[in-house]
């Protein structure tokens, strides 16, 4: 495995501007989730993917959050106009399709927004 | 709805000793699986250990092992022999078979563990 990979590590930007990153799962992983983490609390669920699909999205998923996985491979996760409120670190994580299978985590993305 | 509960922000264990991490958790899926995950400072989500909630036996891997109670809804990770390595921030997870779809996990606040000499 070489891992999950999200690229860029960190991520400043200001009020308003639009973001994006990517999501580079282990290669044969069917299932991509995208995770939020705010200083001092666990993880929380965003969309997750199987293959191409994105099969759920959690009502923190604004309509300003897009996430996309084109050819099933690697995704991005687009923030439009963003806010101080969307300051959080980003985790992405793959795992196989079956049941109770672990999930793998990149490193993240952390955003400020200024 | 699923929830977990880890009611320790923060624990101290000294070097070789062994730590217990709290974790009580309450769902109403009929079958579902209990996580640990480790989270270092580099923020890396690193998979401990996983409990099924019909394995009969308490699960084990290396130093970490997980003291399943079901009837009392607690999933408490076990590190014995502590290291320096193992200062972290620790997360419990569950998925529930009808909540937790595609593996979706629910996470706890976690707790940060710190290992002295």
């Known amino acids: 495995d070489t891992g999950v990979s999200q690229n860029p590590r960190h991520k400043i930007t200001k009020r308003g501007q639009n973001v994006t990153f990517r999501c580079d799962p282990i290669?044969?992983?069917?299932?991509l989730y995208w995770y939020r983490q705010t200083l001092g609390q666990g993880p929380e669920f965003l969309t997750y993917?199987?293959?191409?699909?994105?099969?759920?999205k959690s009502r923190l998923l604004s309509d300003r959050f897009s996430a996309e996985r084109p050819k099933g491979s690697f995704s991005t996760l687009e923030i439009q106009r963003t806010e101080q409120g969307d300051s959080a670190m980003y985790l992405c994580?793959?795992?196989?399709?079956?049941?109770?299978?672990?999930?793998?985590f990149g490193s993240g993305t952390q955003l400020s927004v200024l | 709805a699923q929830k977990i509960t880890q009611t320790q922000p923060g624990m101290f264990v000294q070097e070789k000793e062994a730590v217990t991490l709290d974790c009580t958790y309450d769902?109403?899926?009929?079958?579902?699986?209990l996580f640990w995950y480790k989270q270092p400072s580099s923020g890396e989500m690193i998979f401990l250990i996983y409990?099924?909630?019909?394995?009969?036996q308490n699960a084990t891997e290396g130093r970490y092992s997980l003291n399943f109670q079901k009837a009392r809804k607690s999933a408490n990770l076990v590190i014995s022999a502590s290291q320096l390595g193992d200062s972290a921030m620790y997360f419990c997870?569950?998925?529930?078979?009808?909540?937790?779809?595609?593996?979706?996990?629910?996470f706890g606040t976690g707790t940060q563990l710190k290992v002295e000499l």
């Open positions: 409990q099924g909630s019909y394995d009969q």
């Open positions: 290669s044969e992983h069917n299932r």
């Open positions: 993917f199987q293959n191409e699909a994105q099969l759920e």
């Open positions: 997870a569950m998925k529930g078979v009808f909540t937790g779809g595609g593996n979706k996990l629910t």
């Open positions: 994580a793959s795992s196989r399709d079956r049941t109770n299978e672990k999930l793998f």
């Open positions: 769902t109403s899926d009929p079958s579902y699986g």
